[in-house]
């Protein structure tokens, strides 16, 4: 049954290979170079908060540069890799079986279609899981020197933190989870519509929704986040913006916490002394920075005289600080744990499904 | 005498039709069984119950002792050829004996090396550019390989021509004469089942009309015709099948114990052909009624 499994799956596996190959190739070519500029900007001899002007400066540099394009380009890849074998490895797998009548031929021979279903879920499904994450691991040995240079404390340029939505889905071991459970996902769809190409539609409808929703709704809500407030001025690179007609309202959001480098921020604001969200702009601070302009993060540390460092301190004299809520850096692997773990019991709750609805098939 | 299927009550419904209704039937081991009824009688989905491709809404189904499909021994016992004879068309000749020879611990390769090599079939040839006829061959060659004891065919050579169905239907009887095989075959042409069964079942309407050995059938059933009268005054032991009048003539296919001693009918036998469409013919529960108003029914 295995060897079956094999022989049927060999058009599709033969795409695999020239798909990982191409992608090695790709990477093992540009990789080096990566890693001499890294060299090159002095990041390999940095010690400690040494390392942040640099790290900047090489993210930075990176940019809109060919390694942009080859970071877009394979995380592209990472994340349609699992749609990919949803749509061609899993709905075709009992669709086309019962489109072509050969369900009839492959079900009659002396091997029970419970038996036949669980080698090919076990080699194909294995496969699936195997290729995401050679893909994902690839990548990441790609991308270390960018990866240091985020660790090192750089926010510029290519440089995202581990928890950005990109990072998070192709790095780790969530394409392992998003494989199985979109393969899975792509038999189930096939066995109930019986049809190859509507399955494929709905594989991909599921699918995509879902990996939508998980970073938006789910992810976040994985632990019970952590609560901080700060005071406005030792907010690294937030930038307050002033609204409204002559700045009579204003928001602020943190983009980094001190002495939490790396950590996901879900949602910030500003709090007054009794812990509730302002927008209204403390009178006193009205004239204070550029009323009525919106200021960026960016612009904020290059602006001269009453600029926002001014306002920041103004904020804080009136007992206005940042509230925020946060998932500390240090969850990363109880993340990338448990976020794999929901898609491989969905892939085991889709797989269970089939088995029972195989009984009724023809 | 065992049965290789046994139905009781059968019945397999899709959302609100039923395909296959109170279906009772026993067919005994070691004969071609042809089983023949109108489209929609429910012969391919008693078929698929048999193999286990299909589970029965309602009653109870055995093949050869066991519940279709029950587990791999079971399966080991039955081959199938499914109505449209589907193989694998991206996969070659050869592939598809490899995966009959992984997937059936009583493959006969040898017994399907030479069908192939008798048909002439191309062992690299993909299954997806075979004709329909070699197609079937290869299903058929599959099915026989796995050396079961009883063979089920639907409808194999509907989608034939007729040199095809003729080459197909004599490389089956070759093999149950060598091996000790029961077939059981659909078909909606009688001359196809003349030539290869001796044994006949006919399905109509999901129901068993007549079953039996094709011989005693023959030696039971006679065409009688003369003047014209009541078929309600024949003796007893003499069932009316079928009747046509005209206004001078009467005839009549009947089921009889004895010979036809009534000088008034001319008697001849019957072809398998005539029975088969005189039990499909007629019309079950209504028979009795359209024998009391008699009139000039065709």
Same mark, same amino acid.
């Given at each position: 049954?295995?060897?079956?499994?094999?022989?049927?799956?060999?058009?599709?596996?033969?795409?695999?290979?020239?798909?990982?190959?191409?992608?090695?190739?790709?990477?093992?070519?540009?990789?080096?170079?990566?890693?001499?500029?890294?060299?090159?900007?002095?990041?390999?001899?940095?010690?400690?908060?040494?390392?942040?002007?640099?790290?900047?400066?090489?993210?930075?540099?990176?940019?809109?540069?060919?390694?942009?394009?080859?970071?877009?380009?394979?995380? !592209?890849?990472?994340?349609?890799?699992?749609?990919?074998?949803?749509?061609?490895?899993?709905?075709?797998?009992?669709?086309?079986?019962?489109?072509?009548?050969?369900?009839?031929?492959?079900?009659?021979?002396?091997?029970?279609?419970?038996?036949?279903?669980?080698?090919?879920?076990?080699?194909?499904?294995?496969?699936?899981?195997?290729?995401?994450?050679?893909?994902?691991?690839?990548?990441?040995?790609?991308?270390?020197?960018?990866?240091?240079?985020?660790?090192?404390?750089?926010?510029?340029?290519?440089?995202?933190?581990?928890?950005?939505?990109?990072?998070?889905?192709?790095?780790?071991?969530?394409?392992?989870?998003?494989?199985?459970?979109?393969?899975?996902?792509?038999?189930?769809?096939?066995?109930?519509?019986?049809?190859?190409?509507?399955?494929?539609?709905?594989?991909?409808?599921?699918?995509?929704?879902?990996?939508?929703?998980?970073?938006?709704?789910?992810?976040?809500?994985?632990?019970?986040?952590?609560?901080?407030?700060?005071?406005?001025?030792?907010?690294?690179?937030?930038?307050?913006?002033?609204?409204?007609?002559?700045?009579?309202?204003?928001?602020?959001?943190?983009?980094?916490?001190?002495?939490?480098?790396?950590?996901?921020?879900?949602?910030?604001?500003?709090?007054?002394?009794?812990?509730?969200?302002?927008?209204?702009?403390?009178?006193?601070?009205?004239?204070?920075?550029?009323? !009525?302009?919106?200021?960026?993060?960016?612009?904020?540390?290059?602006?001269?005289?009453?600029?926002?460092?001014?306002?920041?301190?103004?904020?804080?004299?009136?007992?206005?600080?940042?509230?925020?809520?946060?998932?500390?850096?240090?969850?990363?692997?109880?993340?990338?744990?448990?976020?794999?773990?929901?898609?491989?019991?969905?892939?085991?709750?889709?797989?269970?499904?089939?088995?029972?609805?195989?009984?009724?098939?023809? | 005498?065992?049965?290789?299927?046994?139905?009781?009550?059968?019945?397999?419904?899709?959302?609100?039709?039923?395909?296959?209704?109170?279906?009772?039937?026993?067919?005994?081991?070691?004969?071609?069984?042809?089983?023949?009824?109108?489209?929609?009688?429910?012969?391919?989905?008693?078929?698929?119950?048999?193999?286990?491709?299909?589970?029965?809404?309602?009653?109870?189904?055995?093949?050869?002792?066991?519940?279709?499909?029950?587990?791999?021994?079971?399966?080991?016992?039955?081959?199938?050829?499914?109505?449209?004879?589907?193989?694998?068309?991206?996969?070659?000749?050869?592939?598809?004996?490899?995966?009959?020879?992984?997937?059936?611990?009583?493959?006969?390769?040898?017994?399907?090396?030479?069908?192939?090599?008798?048909?002439?079939?191309?062992?690299?040839?993909?299954?997806?550019?075979?004709?329909?006829?070699?197609?079937?061959?290869?299903?058929?060659?599959?099915?026989?390989?796995?050396?079961?004891?009883?063979?089920?065919?639907?409808?194999?050579?509907?989608?034939?021509?007729?040199?095809?169905?003729?080459?197909?239907?004599?490389?089956?009887?070759?093999?149950?004469?060598?091996?000790?095989?029961?077939?059981?075959?659909?078909?909606?042409?009688?001359?196809?089942?003349?030539?290869?069964?001796?044994?006949?079942?006919?399905?109509?309407?999901?129901?068993?009309?007549?079953?039996?050995?094709?011989?005693?059938?023959?030696?039971?059933?006679?065409?009688?015709?003369?003047?014209?009268?009541?078929?309600?005054?024949?003796?007893?032991?003499?069932?009316?099948?079928?009747?046509?009048?005209?206004?001078?003539?009467?005839?009549?296919?009947?089921?009889?114990?004895?010979?036809?001693?009534?000088?008034?009918?001319?008697?001849?036998?019957?072809?398998?052909?005539?029975?088969?469409?005189?039990?499909?013919?007629?019309?079950?529960?209504?028979?009795?009624?359209?024998?009391?108003?008699?009139?000039?029914?065709?």
């Amino acid at each position: 049954m295995i060897r079956l499994s094999l022989l049927q799956f060999r058009i599709q596996a033969i795409i695999a290979a020239v798909t990982l190959t191409a992608f090695a190739v790709l990477l093992a070519a540009t990789g080096p170079y990566l890693a001499s500029t890294y060299a090159a900007d002095g990041l390999d001899i940095c010690h400690g908060s040494s390392c942040l002007s640099p790290a900047t400066y090489f993210t930075a540099s990176l940019a809109r540069s060919p390694y942009d394009v080859v970071f877009l380009l394979s995380t !592209g890849i990472i994340l349609l890799a699992p749609a990919v074998i949803g749509l061609f490895w899993g709905a075709p797998l009992i669709a086309r079986e019962l489109e072509t009548g050969t369900a009839a031929l492959a079900w009659n021979q002396s091997v029970t279609r419970t038996r036949w279903l669980a080698v090919k879920l076990t080699v194909i499904g294995l496969t699936a899981m195997a290729v995401a994450e050679a893909l994902s691991l690839m990548q990441t040995w790609w991308a270390a020197p960018i990866s240091q240079a985020v660790a090192d404390g750089s926010g510029a340029g290519v440089a995202q933190s581990r928890f950005s939505q990109l990072n998070f889905a192709t790095h780790g071991i969530t394409p392992i989870g998003y494989a199985a459970f979109a393969f899975a996902l792509g038999v189930t769809a096939g066995a109930l519509i019986r049809r190859t190409v509507p399955a494929m539609a709905v594989t991909l409808a599921i699918f995509a929704a879902l990996q939508v929703a998980m970073p938006l709704w789910v992810r976040p809500n994985l632990a019970p986040p952590d609560r901080t407030v700060l005071p406005v001025t030792s907010l690294g690179g937030a930038g307050p913006s002033q609204t409204g007609p002559g700045g009579d309202t204003f928001s602020l959001y943190a983009l980094t916490i001190p002495g939490q480098p790396g950590a996901w921020i879900l949602s910030s604001g500003p709090v007054n002394a009794a812990g509730q969200p302002v927008s209204t702009t403390p009178v006193a601070c009205r004239s204070v920075g550029n009323a !009525g302009v919106s200021v960026g993060a960016n612009e904020s540390a290059s602006l001269p005289g009453q600029g926002p460092p001014a306002f920041l301190a103004c904020l804080g004299r009136h007992g206005i600080r940042e509230a925020i809520t946060y998932q500390p850096a240090s969850r990363y692997w109880r993340f990338q744990l448990t976020e794999t773990a929901i898609y491989l019991a969905l892939a085991l709750a889709l797989a269970g499904y089939c088995f029972r609805r195989l009984g009724r098939l023809s | 005498m065992n049965a290789v299927i046994a139905a009781s009550e059968l019945g397999k419904q899709y959302r609100h039709t039923w395909a296959l209704r109170d279906c009772t039937l026993a067919i005994p081991e070691g004969h071609v069984v042809g089983l023949v009824g109108p489209n929609g009688a429910g012969k391919t989905t008693l078929l698929r119950l048999a193999t286990g491709m299909l589970a029965p809404t309602r009653g109870t189904i055995t093949v050869l002792g066991e519940r279709p499909a029950a587990g791999p021994a079971q399966l080991a016992q039955v081959g199938f050829v499914a109505q449209d004879t589907a193989v694998y068309a991206r996969l070659t000749v050869a592939d598809h004996l490899r995966l009959g020879a992984w997937l059936n611990p009583g493959w006969d390769d040898a017994l399907a090396r030479q069908r192939i090599g008798q048909l002439a079939l191309d062992p690299k040839q993909r299954a997806g550019s075979l004709s329909g006829g070699q197609r079937a061959q290869l299903a058929l060659t599959l099915a026989m390989a796995k050396r079961p004891e009883l063979l089920i065919l639907d409808e194999p050579v509907a989608s034939l021509d007729p040199l095809a169905r003729r080459e197909f239907l004599q490389g089956l009887m070759e093999t149950v004469a060598e091996q000790r095989l029961s077939v059981v075959l659909s078909s909606h042409l009688v001359a196809d089942l003349e030539r290869v069964c001796d044994y006949l079942v006919v399905l109509v309407a999901s129901r068993v009309r007549v079953a039996g050995e094709v011989s005693d059938l023959l030696a039971a059933h006679r065409r009688l015709s003369g003047p014209r009268r009541d078929p309600g005054s024949l003796p007893a032991g003499q069932e009316v099948i079928t009747e046509s009048h005209t206004d001078k003539q009467t005839s009549l296919l009947v089921r009889t114990d004895g010979p036809v001693l009534d000088p008034a009918w001319a008697v001849r036998p019957v072809s398998l052909e005539d029975l088969v469409l005189a039990y499909m013919s007629r019309t079950g529960d209504e028979a009795p009624a359209r024998r009391q108003h008699l009139g000039v029914v065709s």
